[in-house]
């Protein structure tokens, strides 16, 4: 049997993850997990694979360097709110 055609509970896909049975519920009306409406209802094994891998790459990328361009991007952005919060404090006003 291929991993196509494998069907899964909440319970089981959450045991996977290692997660409770409402996280599952959330990734699912997220539409984050696809799932086969039913009574139970059912998580194809290879859509709950995609899933994680596409957690995983989401992981990866917020880990990877960031490059001098979005570090230069970030530092004037963060520029820009300390002088809007001094300008608005100096009128009397808080952000």
Do not use: F, H, N
């Not at 055609?5 to 997990?33: D, M, Y």
């Not at 696809?34 to 880990?63: C, F, H, N, Q, S």
């Amino acid at each position: 049997m291929d991993k196509k055609s494998v069907l899964l509970t909440e319970p089981e896909v959450a045991e996977r993850l290692r997660c409770s049975t409402s996280k599952v519920k959330r990734l699912r009306l997220e539409g984050k997990l696809p799932y086969i409406p039913g009574r139970p209802l059912m998580i194809v094994e290879a859509d709950l694979e995609a899933y994680i891998e596409a957690a995983r790459r989401t992981a990866e990328a917020k880990d990877a360097p960031k490059s001098e361009a979005d570090q230069v991007a970030e530092a004037a952005a963060l520029a820009r709110r300390i002088w809007l919060t001094r300008r608005l404090q100096g009128r009397g006003r808080t952000p």
